[in-house]
């Protein structure tokens, strides 16, 4: 009864709000996630939270009385007078309004013309709106404007870029300071310190201080010290509609515009929202000038800018529990950029992923991770939206160790190199494949080398990788490469031009059996269908690495990279799945909370569903899940598949499913997908292999906001299958033993690497195509380490054998053999 209570005078005192004036920042001590999730499902303006030590809000002080009466506990943070008096004037200390840092930074300019370079890349609404000769937005024709700082700035050398992002929200004007500070530090540094020279000789580095000017200018002028967004006249009226202080019907919220899930989660439909996040993704001049620098170069790392709360936030964040495939270093970088900047007051900023803060859809961060594959971070700076004007150079300072932290990133731990055409030397632009990491089952963009220069960059944990190579019409090559804790590996690369080949596949069930009408999909072709024995022929296609995947209905899916090389390929396709479930016998298989339950009103086959509302559309502020009850043991498999069909009905104001699993022992629920919106029946198909070797259970978590119910997600026809190999024309790899080579393809020599867990003989021998052995390798071969030894590309009599594939064979005493295919160029 008190949570409905609470709940029920939560809603009031949002019926009132924005007729509401004058507002405040105040703050609930000792918050927890509920709290938090109560508020946000509620549209409130969160400024700030740390779980079990506080809650911010931005709230209308005509309705604070009815707050403290549901927390007596609540404190009064800051209130428009006080956060105007913390502007001070424009002296120093103080906040520069947009002319005073368009004047600051052309003066570094002028200083430093080989140093600094400023680029206008965009403007805001306010100048497109004057230029109508609409009065109101006369004194908002503000450009944005993007510095480059480098040695010999002029030249378009090949060099790495950095970016730092200032004032996203209009309300955060220290994101712009900073920025400004870390343009003086480099450029007053550059030939003094010896890190800032080496980071400007070999860097670029790209400062856009003030995202959002004409937002920032209703802050600093005072027109509005809550607003947050841009100025859109969403009601297309000619005024800029602030009554509601920073609730007003104008703007859309920068950092909710952008692509990479876009439209949900702490996003809001309603343009009175601070989190309106626009009519479409990129709708805003602002972000879309952001989107239109960052595709012009390959940026490795980055800062955005905001306050506040004192954390260094990294991808991903667009919903609960995801983890990004390069969370291994993303982490660290963040864990060694927050134990550099002091908190206001004791300890240091706190490293997180950025769904630790609360999940936030459409985020910059998200997008320049996931579209672009850059290290990219939000530094929650202070501990208020506007310091006082005196704190400012204090703060500022602070944070420009974490700056060249980011900056010198890039000096160790990092693979670099460049591909060209192995004929002409030209740049190519490749795919830089790291196994382990890459293949992730979240999204995130291939790392590709640039087209001027072929080069590419990869931060990296330390230690041994298999990395390949590729690029559209070249040969692929594998390479094993080191990566230490102290300098650069440096693998230059040139691609051999690819034969035209044609290529054979064929389906098979997994007693060999062929199977028709299987979907092949290879990338850049259309869909291709297995006739009746199983087989199809791709005809004239170049040789070289592809994305492929093979579906059936009722049996596994096999999503691979491949090389197609000429030789007949065969996948095998269960459809023997560890769980297959139809909803036609009940709950059986399900653990549940909340109302999740069997519906018979939709269904993919058969009568019944799974679903989160059988009886009607789901219910406002909920959180509810539908876990297996059983414990799937993965132990022994390679690859791992989950297939359904769901047909959805959620209102797009943060309501979603959540697709995941979670850990046999654990209650932490990690998510592989946020399903969102509404569309009829669609299969989703999982490809979980990352999973294999772990014991899980596989979970959908519902979670809903309050502006609205729908009908929420059927599920049907369920599928989990994990099985050993999808190749059976190269034999099983046992785990007693392990193969590695490079480079494939090769020329003169290729390092052969057997690693075993027993003394048992073994021998390797190579045939060719027609299935004749050229040579054979036994113990005595390998090396004084016993596990290596090379191929010199002749056969028995000593003769370079020609150009083309062969194979290497494993043959141990025990009776394991192990078939990789090689290729030798001329």
């Given at each position: 009864?008190?949570?409905?209570?609470?709940?029920?005078?939560?809603?009031?005192?949002?019926?009132?709000?924005?007729?509401?004036?004058?507002?405040?920042?105040?703050?609930?001590?000792?918050?927890?996630?509920?709290?938090?999730?109560?508020?946000?499902?509620?549209?409130?303006?969160?400024?700030?939270?740390?779980?079990?030590?506080?809650?911010?809000?931005?709230?209308?002080?005509?309705?604070?009385?009815?707050?403290?009466?549901?927390?007596?506990?609540?404190?009064?943070?800051?209130?428009?007078?006080q956060m105007k008096a913390n502007l001070g004037m424009r002296d120093i200390p103080g906040y520069r309004d947009y002319q005073d840092m368009l004047d600051d930074i052309s003066m570094f300019e002028a200083l430093y013309p080989d140093l600094v370079q400023i680029e206008v890349i965009g403007a805001g609404w306010g100048k497109d709106y004057a230029q109508q000769g609409l009065p109101n937005y006369q004194g908002f024709q503000h450009d944005i404007h993007a510095i480059k700082v480098s040695a010999n700035v002029s030249e378009d050398l090949d060099k790495p870029a950095f970016y730092f992002i200032g004032?996203?929200?209009?309300?955060?004007?220290?994101?712009?300071?900073?920025?400004?500070?870390?343009?003086?530090?480099?450029?007053?540094?550059?030939?003094?310190?010896?890190?800032?020279?080496?980071?400007?000789?070999?860097?670029?580095?790209?400062?856009?201080?003030?995202?959002?000017?004409?937002?920032?200018?209703?802050?600093?002028?005072?027109?509005?010290?809550?607003?947050?967004?841009?100025?859109?006249?969403?009601?297309?009226?000619?005024?800029?509609?602030?009554?509601?202080?920073?609730?007003?019907?104008?703007?859309?919220?920068?950092?909710?515009?952008?692509?990479?899930?876009?439209?949900?989660?702490?996003?809001?439909?309603?343009?009175?929202?601070?989190?309106?996040?626009?009519?479409?993704?990129?709708?805003?001049?602002?972000?879309?000038?952001?989107?239109?620098?960052?595709?012009?170069?390959?940026?490795?790392?980055?800062?955005?800018?905001?306050?506040?709360?004192?954390?260094?936030?990294?991808?991903?964040?667009?919903?609960?529990?995801?983890?990004?495939?390069?969370?291994?270093?993303?982490?660290?970088?963040?864990?060694?950029?927050?134990?550099?900047?002091?908190?206001?007051?004791?300890?240091?900023?706190?490293?997180?992923?950025?769904?630790?803060?609360?999940?936030?859809?459409?985020?910059?961060?998200?997008?320049?991770?996931?579209?672009?594959?850059?290290?990219?971070?939000?530094?929650?700076?202070?501990?208020?939206?506007?310091?006082?004007?005196?704190?400012?150079?204090?703060?500022?300072?602070?944070?420009?160790?974490?700056?060249?932290?980011?900056?010198?990133?890039?000096?160790?731990?990092?693979?670099?190199?460049?591909?060209?055409?192995?004929?002409?030397?030209?740049?190519?632009?490749?795919?830089?494949?790291?196994?382990?990491?890459?293949?992730?089952?979240?999204?995130?963009?291939?790392?590709?080398?640039?087209?001027?220069?072929?080069?590419?960059?990869?931060?990296?944990?330390?230690?041994?990788?298999?990395?390949?190579?590729?690029?559209?019409?070249?040969?692929?090559?594998?390479?094993?490469?080191?990566?230490?804790?102290?300098?650069?590996?440096?693998?230059?690369?040139?691609?051999?031009?690819?034969?035209?080949?044609?290529?054979?596949?064929?389906?098979?069930?997994?007693?060999?059996?062929?199977?028709?009408?299987?979907?092949?999909?290879?990338?850049?072709?259309?869909?291709?269908?297995?006739?009746?024995?199983?087989?199809?022929?791709?005809?004239?296609?170049?040789?070289?690495?592809?994305?492929?995947?093979?579906?059936?209905?009722?049996?596994?899916?096999?999503?691979?990279?491949?090389?197609?090389?000429?030789?007949?390929?065969?996948?095998?396709?269960?459809?023997?799945?560890?769980?297959?479930?139809?909803?036609?016998?009940?709950?059986?298989?399900?653990?549940?909370?909340?109302?999740?339950?069997?519906?018979?009103?939709?269904?993919?086959?058969?009568?019944?569903?799974?679903?989160?509302?059988?009886?009607?559309?789901?219910?406002?502020?909920?959180?509810?899940?539908?876990?297996?009850?059983?414990?799937?043991?993965?132990?022994?498999?390679?690859?791992?598949?989950?297939?359904?069909?769901?047909?959805?009905?959620?209102?797009?104001?943060?309501?979603?499913?959540?697709?995941?699993?979670?850990?046999?022992?654990?209650?932490?629920?990690?998510?592989?997908?946020?399903?969102?919106?509404?569309?009829?029946?669609?299969?989703?198909?999982?490809?979980?292999?990352?999973?294999?070797?772990?014991?899980?259970?596989?979970?959908?978590?519902?979670?809903?906001?309050?502006?609205?119910?729908?009908?929420?997600?059927?599920?049907?026809?369920?599928?989990?299958?994990?099985?050993?190999?999808?190749?059976?024309?190269?034999?099983?790899?046992?785990?007693?033993?392990?193969?590695?080579?490079?480079?494939?393809?090769?020329?003169?020599?290729?390092?052969?690497?057997?690693?075993?867990?027993?003394?048992?003989?073994?021998?390797?021998?190579?045939?060719?195509?027609?299935?004749?052995?050229?040579?054979?390798?036994?113990?005595?071969?390998?090396?004084?380490?016993?596990?290596?030894?090379?191929?010199?590309?002749?056969?028995?009599?000593?003769?370079?054998?020609?150009?083309?594939?062969?194979?290497?064979?494993?043959?141990?005493?025990?009776?394991?053999?192990?078939?990789?295919?090689?290729?030798?160029?001329?």
């Amino acid at each position: 009864m008190l949570r409905k209570s609470i709940l029920i005078v939560i809603c009031l005192i949002f019926c009132f709000s924005l007729s509401a004036a004058e507002r405040v920042l105040i703050r609930i001590p000792h918050a927890g996630p509920e709290l938090y999730q109560q508020y946000l499902q509620q549209n409130a303006d969160i400024a700030a939270f740390h779980a079990g030590q506080y809650l911010d809000m931005v709230w209308p002080i005509a309705e604070l009385e009815e707050l403290r009466s549901i927390h007596p506990q609540l404190i009064i943070r800051s209130t428009e007078a006080q956060m105007k008096a913390n502007l001070g004037m424009r002296d120093i200390p103080g906040y520069r309004d947009y002319q005073d840092m368009l004047d600051d930074i052309s003066m570094f300019e002028a200083l430093y013309p080989d140093l600094v370079q400023i680029e206008v890349i965009g403007a805001g609404w306010g100048k497109d709106y004057a230029q109508q000769g609409l009065p109101n937005y006369q004194g908002f024709q503000h450009d944005i404007h993007a510095i480059k700082v480098s040695a010999n700035v002029s030249e378009d050398l090949d060099k790495p870029a950095f970016y730092f992002i200032g004032t996203h929200h209009a309300r955060e004007p220290i994101s712009m300071e900073v920025c400004v500070a870390i343009l003086e530090h480099l450029t007053e540094g550059y030939g003094i310190d010896p890190d800032i020279t080496h980071i400007l000789d070999s860097s670029q580095v790209w400062i856009v201080p003030l995202l959002n000017p004409d937002g920032h200018k209703l802050v600093i002028d005072q027109t509005d010290i809550w607003w947050r967004k841009n100025i859109r006249d969403n009601n297309n009226n000619g005024n800029i509609d602030t009554a509601s202080w920073g609730n007003g019907y104008d703007g859309v919220d920068l950092n909710r515009n952008y692509s990479h899930g876009w439209g949900n989660i702490s996003a809001s439909d309603d343009p009175l929202s601070v989190t309106y996040h626009g009519l479409n993704p990129f709708s805003e001049p602002e972000t879309s000038a952001l989107k239109t620098l960052l595709e012009s170069k390959r940026f490795l790392a980055g800062v955005s800018y905001h306050t506040y709360g004192e954390w260094v936030l990294y991808p991903f964040g667009y919903g609960h529990n995801l983890y990004a495939p390069d969370v291994t270093e993303l982490s660290q970088l963040a864990i060694n950029m927050a134990a550099s900047i002091p908190k206001v007051g004791n300890g240091t900023y706190t490293p997180s992923p950025s769904f630790g803060l609360y999940p936030v859809s459409g985020s910059f961060d998200d997008w320049s991770y996931g579209t672009r594959g850059t290290f990219s971070y939000t530094i929650e700076m202070a501990d208020q939206f506007i310091p006082p004007a005196s704190q400012v150079p204090v703060i500022i300072q602070n944070h420009l160790t974490a700056a060249k932290i980011l900056l010198q990133r890039k000096d160790s731990k990092t693979l670099r190199g460049h591909v060209s055409d192995a004929e002409t030397g030209a740049a190519l632009s490749a795919t830089i494949f790291v196994e382990g990491i890459d293949g992730h089952y979240l999204p995130r963009a291939p790392y590709v080398s640039d087209e001027i220069f072929g080069a590419y960059w990869r931060f990296l944990p330390v230690g041994t990788y298999t990395v390949r190579i590729s690029a559209e019409g070249y040969l692929a090559q594998s390479h094993v490469v080191e990566i230490n804790s102290i300098d650069q590996t440096i693998l230059d690369v040139a691609l051999e031009a690819a034969p035209t080949i044609n290529q054979s596949i064929r389906t098979v069930d997994d007693i060999g059996s062929p199977l028709a009408n299987a979907t092949i999909r290879i990338a850049g072709h259309a869909p291709y269908f297995s006739d009746d024995e199983g087989y199809i022929m791709v005809m004239n296609i170049p040789a070289g690495d592809y994305s492929i995947h093979i579906s059936l209905p009722g049996y596994t899916s096999i999503h691979s990279n491949v090389s197609l090389l000429g030789n007949e390929l065969i996948f095998s396709l269960t459809a023997n799945p560890l769980l297959m479930d139809g909803f036609e016998l009940g709950m059986g298989n399900w653990t549940s909370s909340g109302s999740w339950g069997i519906s018979n009103a939709h269904s993919y086959s058969g009568l019944n569903s799974l679903s989160d509302s059988p009886s009607g559309n789901y219910s406002n502020e909920t959180s509810s899940f539908c876990r297996s009850t059983n414990i799937f043991n993965l132990g022994g498999y390679q690859k791992v598949n989950l297939q359904f069909m769901a047909k959805i009905d959620f209102m797009n104001d943060g309501d979603h499913c959540v697709v995941g699993y979670t850990p046999a022992g654990s209650s932490n629920w990690q998510t592989i997908d946020v399903l969102q919106g509404t569309h009829d029946w669609t299969q989703y198909d999982y490809d979980l292999s990352f999973l294999a070797g772990q014991n899980i259970h596989i979970y959908f978590r519902v979670i809903t906001g309050s502006s609205g119910t729908a009908d929420g997600i059927y599920i049907d026809d369920l599928r989990l299958f994990a099985s050993v190999s999808y190749v059976p024309n190269e034999d099983h790899v046992a785990p007693a033993i392990k193969l590695s080579y490079d480079p494939n393809p090769f020329t003169q020599e290729l390092s052969i690497r057997l690693i075993k867990q027993d003394n048992q003989a073994f021998s390797i021998d190579i045939f060719n195509l027609r299935g004749q052995k050229i040579r054979s390798f036994t113990n005595k071969s390998l090396t004084s380490n016993g596990e290596s030894f090379s191929w010199d590309g002749k056969d028995y009599a000593g003769r370079e054998v020609s150009g083309g594939i062969y194979f290497l064979r494993v043959s141990s005493a025990d009776g394991t053999k192990i078939s990789r295919k090689v290729l030798k160029l001329k």
